[in-house]
């Protein structure tokens, strides 16, 4: 059994709010005792949990630290970056439009942004606004989580790159989630009014809502350093990795948040739905199309017969329930969000380390309020990722097996430095410095990172950044036996994080063209 160190030391709230006298019955007994064990238990440096029912907040709180080796602890009005849960945000922002009249949730994307093109001109004519949010275009991801798609480009960039994108499933056929898609949401936004996307989040809901503490980018965090910092399991421990700017896909999970805003948030979406402190933001019936199924995901399970996505929402049923659900992930913050609109109840847990703890919180909670008892979810989500942990980290160990010894690449380091493009994913640079060779993509030094030799002309990159873990890169020749191409293999989803971005099998293989120098 992997046992993970524990180091997390006995450091809980700092600050909580008073409580609803029905607090005990959505609470369950000794929670902050059972939260910090867990947290030790998992090695979560910090968490913030917000509580919605029956319109009140019944507990918005923090418990640990924002950064380790750091003396600051969470507390309610620590910022968080909660990554995905910012897509049913995104939907909201386009449903004050549809009230508006100003867009309709079938319009073409190209009504309103005629310059967009995907690869099939049929799918670039007919998807909608509907595809977008549903994910049913068909196109995925382009790096996923761990490395971000062209950081320091403009998100029109990111867009106008996906004339070039190939589907992995044909348009329309299937649930293919898809970050960049929900970016193209955001920009709606900005076709059809006077403000960013980010503008009208703040204009629309952030401010009148109170949400004084929430923004859409790291660059705005706010300047009293109350913010929790990123960390991973890496090699064994838990280490703080540096912050990453998502500005330019922030309409799909850039979005950072407090315990205490989160509360006011689900107030919006819970009650009576769209509505908040008796102003009325989104329409009875608009909101009933945000939190309406409209793509299945299937189920296998008795408890959950159906399990769908709406907008932004996975919705599914839990032992009879209606819950409206949406995990986010971003390299070094986790989060879970969950509704359950007919008991009016809303739960958030924010975490800074990758996990699954904040899972078993949220259905700890779920089962006190509806009165199920006898789930150990803290046991059932720790043995599963035990499980999973050592299974994925044994066939890692046998991938790394199969690497040849006593090979060496066929040329001298400097034949593979230079230009490499690729139609879609652009530019990536080789350069050799004190016998080393090195990569940068995009131009942007975040994304850069060392290569060892793998054997023959494989490689293996460490990227600078240690969250962003490792890729591997390989090089062909063309007749002359120059270094012509390069293969780097981008892991979309590793299969446990924690082992490492090998061992995947979720990848896409991308083959630059190197720039030959003319003669």
Same mark, same amino acid.
Do not use: C
């Given at each position: 059994?992997?046992?993970?160190?524990?180091?997390?030391?006995?450091?809980?709230?700092?600050?909580?709010?008073?409580?609803?006298?029905?607090?005990?019955?959505?609470?369950?007994?000794?929670?902050?005792?059972?939260?910090?064990?867990?947290?030790?238990?998992?090695?979560?440096?910090?968490?913030?949990?917000?509580?919605?029912?029956?319109?009140?907040?019944?507990?918005?709180?923090?418990?640990?630290?924002?950064?380790?080796?750091?003396?600051?602890?969470? &507390?309610?009005?620590?910022?968080?970056?909660?990554?995905?849960?910012?897509?049913?945000?995104?939907? +909201?922002?386009?449903?004050?439009?549809?009230?508006?009249?100003?867009?309709?949730?079938?319009?073409?994307?190209?009504?309103?942004? /005629?310059?967009?093109?995907? +690869?099939? /001109?049929w799918a670039t004519e007919n998807v909608?606004?509907?595809?977008?949010?549903?994910?049913?275009?068909?196109?995925?991801?382009?790096?996923? &989580?761990?490395?971000?798609?062209?950081?320091?480009? +403009?998100?029109?960039?990111?867009?106008?790159?996906?004339?070039?994108?190939?589907?992995?499933?044909?348009?329309?056929?299937?649930?293919?989630?898809?970050?960049?898609?929900?970016?193209?949401?955001?920009?709606?936004?900005?076709?059809?009014?006077?403000?960013?996307?980010?503008?009208?989040?703040?204009?629309?809901?952030?401010?009148?809502?109170?949400?004084?503490?929430?923004?859409?980018?790291?660059?705005?965090?706010?300047?009293?350093?109350?913010?929790?910092?990123?960390?991973?399991?890496?090699?064994?421990?838990?280490?703080?990795?540096?912050?990453?700017?998502?500005?330019?896909?922030?309409?799909?999970?850039?979005?950072?948040?407090?315990?205490?805003?989160?509360?006011?948030?689900?107030?919006?979406?819970?009650?009576?739905?769209?509505?908040?402190?008796?102003?009325?933001?989104?329409?009875?019936?608009?909101?009933?199309?945000? $939190?309406?199924?409209?793509?299945?995901?299937?189920?296998?399970?008795?408890?959950?017969? $159906?399990?769908? !996505?709406?907008?932004?929402?996975?919705?599914?049923?839990?032992?009879?329930?209606?819950?409206?659900?949406?995990?986010?992930?971003?390299?070094?913050?986790?989060?879970?969000?969950?509704?359950?609109?007919?008991?009016?109840?809303?739960?958030?847990?924010?975490?800074?380390?990758?996990?699954?703890?904040?899972?078993?919180?949220?259905?700890?909670?779920?089962?006190?309020?509806?009165?199920?008892?006898?789930?150990?979810?803290?046991?059932?989500? !720790?043995?599963?990722?035990?499980?999973?942990?050592?299974?994925?980290?044994?066939?890692r160990e046998e991938f790394e097996s199969?690497?040849?010894?006593?090979?060496?690449?066929?040329?001298?380091?400097?034949? !593979?430095?230079?230009?490499?493009?690729?139609?879609? !994913?652009?530019?990536?640079?080789?350069?050799?410095?004190?016998?080393?060779?090195?990569?940068?993509?995009?131009?942007?030094?975040?994304?850069?990172?060392?290569?060892?030799?793998?054997?023959?002309?494989?490689?293996?990159?460490?990227?600078?950044?240690?969250?962003?873990?490792?890729?591997?890169?390989?090089?062909?020749?063309?007749?002359?036996?120059?270094?012509?191409?390069?293969?780097?293999?981008?892991?979309?989803?590793?299969?446990?994080?924690?082992?490492?971005?090998?061992?995947? &099998?979720?990848?896409?293989?991308?083959?630059?063209?190197?720039?030959?120098?003319?003669?």
């Open positions: 059994m992997i046992r993970l160190k524990v180091f997390i030391t006995a450091i809980i709230l700092t600050t909580f709010i008073s409580l609803p006298v029905h607090a005990q019955q959505v609470i369950p007994d000794q929670f902050d005792d059972w939260v910090q064990a867990g947290m030790e238990q998992w090695e979560i440096p910090g968490m913030a949990i917000a509580i919605v029912k029956d319109g009140e907040v019944v507990l918005a709180k923090g418990y640990g630290i924002q950064k380790l080796g750091e003396a600051e602890t969470v &507390n309610e009005h620590t910022q968080f970056g909660i990554a995905s849960v910012s897509k049913h945000m995104t939907a +909201s922002s386009l449903a004050v439009l549809v009230d508006e009249g100003v867009i309709a949730w079938d319009d073409p994307v190209t009504k309103h942004i /005629p310059w967009f093109k995907l +690869s099939d /001109p909608t606004i509907r595809d977008l949010l549903t994910h049913q275009v068909g196109v995925g991801r382009m790096l996923g &989580n761990r490395l971000q798609f062209m950081t320091n480009r +403009s998100r029109e960039e990111l867009l106008y790159r996906m004339r070039y994108h190939d589907f992995e499933q044909p348009f329309r056929s299937s649930y293919v989630y898809s970050n960049v898609m929900y970016t193209l949401a955001g920009e709606i936004v900005n076709a059809v009014t006077d403000s960013t996307w980010d503008e009208f989040m703040h204009e629309r809901f952030f401010t009148p809502l109170g949400m004084d503490r929430t923004n859409t980018s790291i660059t705005r965090l706010h300047s009293d350093g109350n913010a929790a910092w990123p960390h991973q399991y890496i090699r064994g421990e838990v280490v703080t990795i540096p912050r990453r700017n998502w500005d330019n896909a922030a309409p799909a999970g850039g979005v950072n948040s407090t315990a205490t805003d989160m509360a006011e948030w689900m107030k919006l979406q819970l009650d009576t739905a769209g509505t908040h402190d008796d102003t009325e933001y989104i329409t009875s019936q608009t909101m009933r199309a945000l $939190q309406t199924p409209q793509v299945s995901l299937g189920s296998n399970s008795v408890e959950a017969p $159906q399990r769908s !996505y709406g907008f932004g929402f996975t919705i599914t049923d839990y032992n009879g329930t209606r819950t409206l659900s949406h995990g986010g992930a971003t390299d070094g913050m986790n989060t879970s969000f969950l509704l359950a609109p007919e008991h009016n109840f809303g739960i958030i847990v924010m975490t800074n380390v990758f996990n699954s703890f904040r899972e078993a919180v949220v259905y700890t909670v779920l089962d006190q309020m509806l009165g199920i008892e006898g789930n150990d979810w803290n046991r059932i989500y !720790y043995d599963g990722y035990q499980n999973r942990f050592e299974a994925v980290s044994l066939i199969t690497r040849i010894s006593g090979t060496s690449p066929t040329h001298s380091l400097d034949a !593979y430095t230079g230009s490499y493009r690729h139609h879609l !994913y652009d530019n990536a640079d080789l350069i050799q410095k004190d016998g080393k060779l090195y990569i940068t993509l995009w131009d942007d030094e975040e994304l850069s990172g060392e290569l060892e030799h793998w054997h023959h002309n494989t490689f293996r990159i460490h990227w600078k950044n240690p969250g962003q873990r490792e890729d591997f890169v390989k090089f062909d020749m063309n007749l002359e036996g120059e270094i012509d191409e390069m293969t780097l293999r981008f892991t979309l989803r590793p299969m446990v994080l924690q082992v490492g971005s090998y061992p995947t &099998n979720y990848y896409r293989d991308v083959v630059y063209s190197k720039m030959m120098e003319e003669n």
